[in-house]
């Protein structure tokens, strides 16, 4: 979750995520260096005193500065086109879930094990225990196993909705009558907070997400004994 003073992205804990904040980097660094350069050219042309018109006005000037943004668009584009086919993709998950999204509430589905069905309400601050967190936790946690492709299927009974993880890189719409899927897998046992990420209506920001990874052997017992 976000702690004061931070100023990078949440910790990554899907291989995801580590993805995107690499393609983040990726890309500061070529925009630091555009500023740069052109900063630079911007101060010494205004400082110089000569105006040199046969380089404001040259042919290879314009090639040139058509070119460069060209060949930098393409170092954008292409680990861009990488990371959003590898979101999409569904391989073989071992778990599937079904998140559906309420006016204002999650509930979620365990269908591959049992009929095992539950909603996820904001817990109200009057009920908090002292470790938890005011507007971000929940009564009822999405437990799920680490180290395990997991298929999350998404979809919602009256508006749209967005069921979103920062620390996982996971970004999903929840639409009426469309149900959307995405892969998620967790590296390490933790708990993970996110909210919905569409302006669903008045309540729209007290529809808190929250996410426990658990090993395989504690995910079995848990379902065993729900």
């Known amino acids: 979750?976000?702690?004061?003073?931070?100023?990078?992205?949440?910790?990554?804990?899907?291989?995801?995520?580590?993805?995107?904040?690499?393609f983040h980097d990726h890309t500061l660094m070529i925009l630091i260096m555009i500023t740069i350069m052109v900063s630079y050219i911007m101060v010494s042309t205004m400082m110089n005193k000569i105006i040199n018109r046969s380089l404001l006005e040259s042919q290879k000037i314009e090639l040139i500065w058509t070119i460069m943004p060209a060949v930098t668009l393409i170092f954008i584009a292409l680990p861009s086109l990488r990371i959003l086919y590898?979101?999409?993709e569904v391989n073989e998950p071992l778990v599937t879930i079904k998140s559906v999204g309420h006016q204002w509430y999650w509930s979620y589905e365990y269908s591959d094990f049992k009929n095992i069905e539950f909603d996820s309400y904001m817990k109200p601050v009057n009920e908090l225990e002292s470790s938890e967190f005011r507007l971000l936790d929940v009564d009822n946690r999405v437990i799920l196993p680490m180290k395990t492709p997991i298929r999350m299927m998404v979809t919602s009974t009256d508006v749209i909705h967005s069921w979103t993880i920062p620390t996982l890189g996971v970004k999903i719409d929840a639409t009426p009558g469309r149900l959307n899927q995405t892969t998620i897998f967790m590296k390490r046992p933790t708990i993970m907070y996110g909210q919905c990420s569409e302006i669903c209506g008045a309540n729209h920001s007290?529809?808190?997400?929250?996410?426990?990874?658990?090993?395989?052997?504690?995910?079995?017992?848990w379902i065993n004994n729900y």
């Open 206 to 221: 007290f529809m808190p997400i929250v996410l426990e990874s658990t090993s395989m052997k504690l995910f079995i017992k």
């Open 86 to 88: 590898l979101m999409d």
């Open 1 to 22: 979750m976000p702690m004061w003073s931070q100023i990078n992205l949440q910790e990554a804990n899907s291989p995801l995520m580590e993805q995107l904040i690499f």
